[in-house]
């Protein structure tokens, strides 16, 4: 059994900068692809940024390209997602989730079989 753990929210203003972890226990990081994805109060969880298992493909939606970045440490089983120039509309709860696929939607959440809990990030204005 996969089992994820997130860290590194929190509240900051705009313009910050944040970087969230993902902890990944229960497989070998190498064969996962990871996927952030984050929710809004309101509104439908959406996929924000992944990183394949093999070639370690990276994606980003458009609304953070350019500010956020996913990286991976296969030897600590962590998964980074570096946040900089962090905007109010980037408060959320963000979530981390793992798929044993390669060619995935990677922005789809059923693509995805397992989830953490969830850490929150707060940016005020």
């Known amino acids: 059994q996969v089992q994820l753990v997130e860290s590194g929210g929190g509240v900051v203003q705009s313009g910050d900068s944040l970087r969230l972890s993902c902890v990944v226990s229960?497989?070998?990081?190498?064969?996962?692809?990871i996927g952030w994805f984050r929710q809004a109060a309101g509104k439908e969880r959406e996929g924000i940024s992944a990183?394949?298992?093999?070639?370690?493909?990276?994606y980003y939606v458009n609304s953070v390209k350019g500010r956020f970045t996913i990286s991976r440490d296969n030897a600590k089983n962590t998964v980074y997602l570096q946040m900089n120039n962090l905007k109010p509309e980037d408060t959320a709860v963000y979530y981390c989730?793992?798929?044993?696929?390669?060619?995935?939607?990677?922005?789809?959440?059923?693509?995805?079989?397992?989830w953490g809990q969830g850490t929150q990030v707060t940016v005020s204005s």
């Open positions: 229960g497989w070998s990081l190498d064969k996962l692809t």
């Open positions: 990183i394949t298992s093999i070639y370690e493909t990276t």
């Open positions: 989730a793992a798929s044993h696929s390669e060619r995935l939607q990677w922005g789809a959440k059923d693509e995805y079989e397992f």
